[in-house]
């Protein structure tokens, strides 16, 4: 297994107290007994956004604690749910006295333990559930669509407004908005390897991708050859598209996302396909975000997602940002 | 070859357009006859810092042209160095009128190449060169000490210096300051693939690392079996303190960079790794950086970089920056 790594076992609390050290004026991270990152622009009177998953994923969702988005976010091992002691630990440490917003991604084990939380809990909470997965309907670990890259869309737009003080349910309801608005699919070129398990999540052969792919490696739509980037690109926005039906007037952001170990220069030439369609399409890409944001380890491959903009959103989307993964006008 | 690419001829130029669309409010690129990167922040007036290199680094250099860095980039094609006729083309479209500084990492073919184009223009020019590389003396491609990541700490601190009016010979001299204050090693888990070649430019087995390989994937000091992130890291900060020699009283920069394929978890715990040693050692992290910023197309593998500070340095670090792959304070 070629990582950086000292033990399957310690691997996530090491690379959290790193992150904890490097980004000591945006974040403070607890250990025992939960790992948490906690926000250290979280500020009462504002609704808390709380975010967890998986690890494996960064810099989604720690990445993206921070003024502007999250105020906490709970990571569980790699490609495992957070528990609900952990999302009740990291409540108590955010307390901001204005509600709790959920933003889970649309996995069983996620929901599940998101949704004891907000039981054991005692004040008001709202959940945001993002499903912007076009590729497949129900997958390894989710009933209906997965919950991808549209969800640090869902954290940058929403935290916007909770920052501004938007109120519980106007911050669920610009939630909803946007993953409504938003459609992803992705594609891989090789497998990661989760440090416990110690060996690739599924083999792909040396000419093969997978279309469709899920960020913990689940099955997309279909196994095929690899194809050039132009077909690629087509048929990822084809099919969110398809999804999506922007109309001629809608503006939108372009999102190109890397997997993980697929150079950015390939992401950039993602883009560069992509937006010569949509111009062929008469849509409009009025914002554009291209990085390693919702990764999968080190799988190579990469995703599109678009978001359908109005002028609210992006008034939200170009707010001051200071996160370790994003950050803008501070 | 796993890769999002149309073909190994359009490769640059695609990525190039992709990346000129995805940030048209920082940058300007050209295509023809000469690939150039320019800033729209580049004003007269100020020294101009003009850098390039053979492509397959990004973000470097392109990624670090804006706002408080580059006010140019030349990108060659992958890992081949850029034509003096490109440096030229390059120095006409900034023109800020107060002379031009190159930023250069050491190799044979970029020095060449900028020292002809120094003689080609009219202008005066001044050239930093870069050699933070303490694995080996002389390399493939190098005669001296190899170039790599401190250029960007060279490009970020030379460029508040040259924002805020530095003339020619004092961004000339803080340039070799930094780069005489900065060590650099690597390792490499796998080879990455350049598109033209289609296979991999080295070959490691399966529980083989090359220890500090260059951002070619020149040989570094031996072929090793995987080590543990700990015994890696250790062997890397030796390697640069014995040769920056910091006294107790520095403070430094840390810089863990990702070559590209390498998940930035593992990165934070390279980060984590370091942080306890440098602890132990009584040497204070003053600043830290840690990302894919210097990197080798897909390889898998990261380096170390510190840069002793002093207040000058560090406040030039500070100052805002507004470029594609670094951004902070606007």
């Known amino acids: 297994m070629k990582k950086f790594i000292n033990s399957a076992d310690d691997f996530l609390k090491e690379s959290l107290q790193g992150f904890g050290a490097a980004h000591k ?7 025992n007994p939960n790992f948490i990152i906690r926000s ?3 500020k009462k009177g504002k609704v808390a956004l709380i975010t967890g998953g998986g690890s494996g994923h960064e810099p989604m969702h720690g990445g993206f604690v921070g003024y502007g988005m999250l105020d906490a976010a709970c990571p569980g091992f790699v490609f495992s749910s957070p528990s609900p002691d952990q ?12 509600g709790v917003l959920f933003i889970v991604k649309n996995y069983s084990g996620d929901i599940m333990n998101f949704q004891m939380a907000a039981e054991m809990m005692t004040g008001p909470s709202e959940t945001v559930l993002t499903n912007d997965d076009v590729a497949v309907e129900n997958s390894s670990f ?11 869309i869902v954290e940058k737009i929403v935290g916007s407004l909770a920052e501004s003080g938007g109120s519980l349910v106007e911050c669920k309801n610009l939630g909803n908005k946007v993953n409504k608005n938003s459609g992803s699919m992705g594609v891989a070129f090789s497998s990661c ?5 110690g060996k690739p999540t599924f ?32 048929e990822l926005l084809n099919a969110i598209l398809e999804d999506l039906k922007p109309e001629n007037k809608d503006d939108i952001l372009l999102f190109v996302n890397g997997m993980g170990g697929t150079p950015i220069s390939e992401l950039y030439l993602i883009y560069d396909n992509a937006r010569k369609m949509l111009d062929n399409k008469k849509i409009k890409i009025a914002r554009s975000l291209v990085g390693n944001y919702c990764t999968s380890l080190e799988m190579q491959g990469a995703s599109i997602t678009i978001t359908k903009l109005d002028q609210e959103l992006v008034n939200h989307w170009d707010t001051p940002v200071h996160t370790a993964g994003m950050r803008w006008g501070m």
Chains 1, 2 share one sequence.
């Open 25 to 31: 004026d945006i974040v403070t991270c607890y250990y």
């Open 203 to 234: 083999e792909l052969r040396s000419d093969e991708m997978e279309f469709g792919v899920g960020i913990h490696g689940e099955p997309g739509r279909r196994r095929d050859k690899i194809k050039s980037a132009k077909e690629i690109t087509n």
């Open 40 to 42: 250290k622009y979280a």
């Open 142 to 152: 989710t009933t209906g669509r997965r919950g991808v890259a549209a969800t640090i």
């Open 193 to 197: 390897i989760v440090p416990a398990a």
């Open 87 to 98: 999302m009740i630990a990291a409540i108590e440490k955010v307390d901001c006295g204005s």
